[in-house]
């Protein structure tokens, strides 16, 4: 099974600042999907962010952007301009594109300081 | 739109009882995923199901746990009996197809064994 590794397990960043969480993974495939969600405390899941491995270009969102390294295996998310609300935990996750299953990192927690 | 529905949010139940989770996709989406998530931890797939069909069950602990989409919208996940490891949050999720497709997540329910 593929792997993907969240190597922090808490960050903080100042209301308005900027801020990277980073993720590796490992994978033999050349075709698969990268995905960041995010999980306010007791509420549900979202989808922040999408990237295709076929595609050069790094996906933005808003203030959500994504640095995909293919060759590293790394996939980073940048929060720009953080707000209260980005407070959550933050799960990178890998798709495999023959049967979408999702594996997932053990999660970032970022605390936004006002 | 409707987003992936999922009952009860919480439940509490002692150690070799049983219990039940319920979750109703999305309207239209043919594939639907149980994911269990320990405290501490990303979510892992438990079963997939394409329809009524299941796609991959590899992870399920089939002596215990059991899941169905009879008609191809609700489905059920079961546990009997349950142990204390199964503390979790149970998530589903839907996605329109199969196929490297996004994945919605429900609020998820949190099942305490005692």
């Known amino acids: 099974a593929q792997t993907v590794t969240q190597s922090q397990p808490e960050m903080s960043v100042q209301e308005a600042e900027t801020v990277t969480l980073s993720c590796t993974y490992d994978?033999?495939?050349?075709?698969?999907?990268l995905f960041w969600y995010k999980q306010p405390p007791s509420r549900q899941m979202i989808l922040v962010i999408r990237q295709e491995a076929y595609k050069q270009q790094n996906a933005t969102e808003n203030r959500f952007s994504v640095n995909f390294q293919k060759a590293a295996k790394s996939f980073s998310l940048k929060i720009s301009d953080s707000q209260l609300g980005d407070a959550a935990m933050y799960f990178c996750?890998?798709?495999?594109?023959?049967?979408?299953?999702?594996?997932f990192g053990t999660g970032t927690r970022l605390t936004v300081i006002p | 739109e409707a987003g992936v529905a999922q009952s009860p949010r919480y439940k509490i139940i002692e150690k070799r009882q049983s219990v039940a989770f319920w979750c109703n996709p999305i309207s239209g989406h043919a594939t639907l995923y149980w994911y269990q998530q320990i405290l501490g931890q990303g979510p892992k797939l438990l079963i997939q199901?394409?329809?009524?069909?299941?796609?991959?069950d590899s992870q399920l602990p089939k002596d215990r746990f059991s899941a169905e989409r009879l008609k191809g919208v609700d489905s059920t996940l079961k546990i009997q009996p349950a142990k204390l490891e199964d503390s979790a949050v149970y998530l589903c999720?839907?996605?329109?197809?199969?196929?490297?497709?996004?994945?919605?997540f429900g609020p998820g329910t949190r099942l305490t064994v005692l």
């Open positions: 996750a890998y798709g495999d594109p023959g049967a979408n299953n999702l594996f």
């Open positions: 199901f394409q329809n009524n069909g299941v796609v991959d």
């Open positions: 999720a839907s996605s329109q197809t199969w196929n490297s497709d996004t994945q919605y």
């Open positions: 994978t033999s495939e050349s075709d698969y999907y």
